[in-house]
């Protein structure tokens, strides 16, 4: 059995898609980061930087439970538990890597950013809306270059996919029309017809 500690965020869904995908038993134990749910001392025990999603898994190959924080760590552990969307090239293995630290990097990060200053901020701050957007708008362009020759991001679906996907699909907060970026909106509406996909993006129900 795996404990999720999550919340309905891009980040969160990239984890309960993945163990949706890899018909994994687990446990949804909803943070409601509108409460502050993240500063707990009992979240902070398994998620260090106060961030979610975090996981537990109490059938771990030693016995002992192991947790998880920082999706990116989370999605190799459960791709390299259960054997599924990772590569068994070391050529395409990298690749996958690479364009899942790239969405840590930079397609989340500024992403979220672009959120926050579209949707969030107490005062329109027109420099940071200008400068997130139009990284916005990059960082969508590098993606509809990559899936220009190739149905998926690295050939396969793989973690990479998943941990893209969940930020694309919030393109309305980066001020996004998707349509303008055929090849991630074909890729997109393809994403959304997997059914680990529909059903991931519902945890936690809130």
């Known amino acids: 059995m795996i404990d999720l500690y999550t919340w309905a965020t891009p980040n969160g869904w990239k984890v309960s898609i993945m163990l949706e995908a890899v018909g994994a038993e687990y ?15 009992h979240f902070l025990a398994i998620s260090p930087n106060n961030k979610i999603p975090a996981i537990v898994d109490h059938d771990y190959a030693d016995g002992a439970p192991i947790s998880l924080f920082e999706t990116g760590a989370i999605l190799i552990y459960l ?11 070391p050529r395409n293995r990298y690749e996958v890597h690479e364009w899942l630290m790239w ?20 005062e329109v701050v027109p420099y940071a809306v200008s400068r997130y957007n139009k990284e916005a708008q990059r960082l969508w362009g590098v993606l509809d270059t990559r899936l220009s020759e190739r149905s998926f991001v ?11 996907y969940p930020w ?17 909106w074909r890729w997109m509406q393809q994403m959304e017809t997997l059914p680990a996909v529909q059903s991931g993006m519902l945890v936690p129900s809130i």
């Open 154 to 164: 690295v050939d396969e679906l793989s973690i990479a996919d998943f941990a893209i």
């Open 103 to 122: 969405q840590m990097g930079g397609f989340g990060p500024f992403l979220g950013q672009a959120h926050h200053f579209n949707r969030f901020a107490p």
């Open 79 to 89: 791709a390299e538990k259960y054997g599924k969307f990772m590569p068994p090239s």
């Open 27 to 41: 446990r949804v134990i909803p943070v409601d980061i509108t409460q502050q749910a993240q500063f707990q001392s």
């Open 168 to 184: 694309a699909k919030r393109h309305a907060y980066q001020n996004i029309e998707p349509e303008d970026f055929a090849n991630v």
